[in-house]
């Protein structure tokens, strides 16, 4: 368990950031009980939290902070696996900027003096305006936690002391005050330089974060888009075949149509020469040929429908703010690369072929077939000779590879010189 007990000297808070905002804030005390389990927070259950450790000293200047990242379980206690020692850290950390009385000790992702625990950690906001060293810096001096504030003992310096002596010549005092001012512009410019390496890490740092949420992002999305495209895939594949089985029950209800029809004109035409039963008969037989018609209509008009909903599929349009409308509207490009091609910018039309058969693309646009195209990527990835021994085990011995799909020969260049002619 981390320490986070009352400094060394002066005072010690603990400040949980919510953004920009200080949605909490507390003493170290406090915060060591929740570290020993003691008690838990039920507005925090199962919450990555922000926090910084400040140090102070008797005056509330602050000395050191510490940037980490604490969890909260489902019942709103503290990760009892959590040991990062921040009260040493806050005394071990390097320079950072001045909040009033001089450089304070900053531990932070960026400016990490223990390399194991960089991960949890996290860079302060250092931008222009409201930054996280100002917001902590007024809830210092706010002073909400009710430290008790010392006021300094003023020092007595040589100057107020009387001596008796000769005075000190105007050059030299002039001197002295010169080199003052210098070395005080020396540690103004050495504490901006500070300051600004520091912003160029954490702004480095929150890029690099930031591009990672953005690459993870993409990945989950293109994973949901071939998700999609499967389905998609799965629902065509099952329209076509209900489409195959209705044309062809629909064919056979022709033929039945066709000899029912031949039926019936037989059957008006024995109707006619026979007695009057025979007309009845007949009667029945047309409106059973009616109903068939009907039946085969509705069919038709079934076909015709599904037909269209197979044309929706094929035709319709990518919801918006999907990877799939920004690469229709090439706001944004999918490129894939693949051995002799090099990189492939794929148009959108050629998506759903592409992930279909990733090879037989690669293999139609080297101009090659698909066996073709792998018998040279088998070679490329492995030029060995392939010729099989009379024990049946592969020779194997390194050929020169070809670089180019369209100049390799098989039987030729994946065979030594040995084997060549074999």
Known sequence: MGSAGQASEGYAAVFFMDGKKIARQMRASEFGAFLDGYVGL???????????????????????????????????????????????????GGKGPNLGDGPIRLVCKSQCPVAGIKDELWDPDMAPGNNTFQVIRKAIESNSLKFQKREPVPEISDDDIPVLGQAVAPEIAGKSQAEQELKAERNRIASQLREHRLR???????????????????????????????????????????????????????????????????SVEEAREASPTSGAEAVLLNEQLERKQRELEMRDEKIVLLEQELHE?????????????????????????????????????????????????????????????????DHYENPVCRHQNADGKPCEHPVMRVSQPADFRPGIDDRCDEHQGA
């Open 200 to 266: 160029i890490k954490t702004l480095q740092s929150v890029h690099r974060d930031a591009l990672a949420d953005s690459r993870r992002e993409h990945r989950l999305e293109m994973q949901a888009m071939r998700t999609e495209l499967a389905e998609l895939e799965q629902k065509f594949e099952r329209i076509r075949l209900a489409n195959e089985q209705l044309k062809q029950r629909l064919a056979q209800r022709n033929e039945q149509y066709l000899v029912m029809q031949e039926q019936v004109s037989q």
């Open 42 to 92: 039920s507005d925090l259950k199962e919450t990555d939290v922000k926090a910084v450790y400040v140090s102070l000293s008797d005056e509330l200047h602050i000395l050191g902070m510490v940037f980490f990242c604490i969890y909260f379980d489902d019942e709103g206690r503290a990760d009892s696996s959590w040991n990062i020692p921040i009260e040493e850290l806050s005394v071990s």
């Open 313 to 377: 599929l094929r035709h319709r349009e990518p919801p918006e703010n999907t990877v799939m409308k920004q690469l229709q509207e090439q706001s944004v490009f999918l490129v894939a690369y693949h051995a002799g091609i090099g990189h492939l910018t794929l148009p959108f039309d050629d998506i759903e072929t592409y992930f279909q058969n990733p090879t037989a693309y690669a293999a139609d646009k080297c101009g090659l077939n698909e066996p073709a195209y792998r018998d040279w990527l």
